[in-house]
């Protein structure tokens, strides 16, 4: 609770710019030209954005058009062909104080239903190996955050991530390009302690 109080001081409902420029336009900057310094080079950058961390869920709206021009750039300069995007968010929209307060069933499903989005170059090496299939068939099991860690570690170092890193989650972490065992991946699974309860579990359980 103090946590969203404290977010709800930090990412105001006021727009916070200097210069004429918000805040995180400055991160993006930074962003894109790292990209561009280090063309030649693979490479991996985290962006982080707190701004959704404020009570109307309006101020996060302000960020769509910045975020969707640096991803136009991105694609008209060719980043598109070699570049894998990867953007998640660890719980949906559930405004803190407000329906924390009384206890409001949307709370508790936005709290339970995180973002997970992969975009990924068009390229026959897709394709190879049914990874395509196997990313459409692991939409419908739980996923951790120790799959999403592997996952960046896999795209970073190729198919030999598991030899060079040591995986002490088996039973949690796998990469996404691998087909994972749906029949223990839901949220009631005994190897889980994901703490949802039944009836916010979301899972689709696939026979």
Same mark, same amino acid.
């Given at each position: 609770?103090? @946590?969203?109080? $404290?977010?709800?001081?930090?990412?105001?409902?006021?727009?916070?710019?200097?210069? +004429?420029?918000?805040?995180?336009?400055? /991160?993006?900057?930074?962003?894109?030209?790292?990209?561009? &310094?280090? $063309?030649?080079?693979?490479?991996?950058?985290? #962006?982080?954005? +707190? =701004?959704?961390?404020?009570? &109307?869920?309006?101020?996060?709206?302000? #960020?769509?058009?910045?975020?969707?021009? #640096?991803?136009?750039?991105?694609?008209?300069?060719?980043?598109?062909?070699?570049?894998?995007? %990867?953007?998640?968010?660890?719980?949906?929209?559930?405004?803190?104080?407000?329906?924390?307060? #009384?206890?409001?069933?949307? $709370?508790?499903?936005? @709290?339970?239903?995180?973002?997970?989005?992969?975009?990924?170059?068009? &390229?026959?090496?897709?394709?190879?190996?049914?990874?395509?299939?196997?990313?459409?068939?692991?939409?419908?099991?739980?996923?951790?955050? $120790?799959?999403?860690?592997?996952?960046?570690?896999?795209? /970073?170092?190729?198919?030999?991530?598991?030899?060079?890193?040591?995986?002490?989650?088996?039973?949690?972490?796998?990469?996404?390009?691998?087909?994972?065992?749906?029949? %223990? @991946?839901?949220? =009631?699974?005994?190897?889980?302690?994901?703490?949802?309860?039944?009836?916010?579990?979301?899972?689709?359980? %696939?026979?």
């Amino acid at each position: 609770m103090y @946590r969203g109080f $404290f977010h709800t001081l930090l990412y105001s409902l006021i727009k916070k710019c200097i210069f +004429g420029k918000q805040v995180i336009e400055y /991160a993006i900057e930074y962003l894109e030209s790292f990209m561009t &310094t280090y $063309f030649d080079f693979n490479k991996m950058f985290l #962006f982080e954005s +707190g =701004e959704a961390h404020e009570p &109307t869920g309006q101020i996060i709206g302000y #960020f769509d058009e910045i975020f969707y021009k #640096f991803l136009n750039k991105l694609y008209t300069q060719g980043f598109f062909s070699n570049t894998t995007i %990867v953007i998640f968010a660890d719980h949906g929209q559930h405004l803190n104080g407000p329906l924390y307060l #009384f206890n409001c069933e949307d $709370f508790k499903y936005e @709290r339970t239903l995180p973002l997970l989005l992969l975009l990924i170059p068009n &390229t026959h090496e897709l394709y190879e190996d049914s990874i395509y299939e196997t990313i459409k068939t692991n939409q419908q099991v739980f996923v951790t955050a $120790f799959d999403i860690y592997y996952t960046l570690t896999h795209i /970073a170092l190729g198919d030999k991530f598991k030899e060079i890193i040591k995986n002490p989650f088996d039973k949690y972490g796998e990469s996404l390009f691998k087909p994972l065992d749906y029949k %223990v @991946r839901y949220c =009631e699974s005994p190897i889980y302690d994901s703490q949802i309860e039944p009836e916010y579990c979301i899972c689709r359980k %696939v026979s």
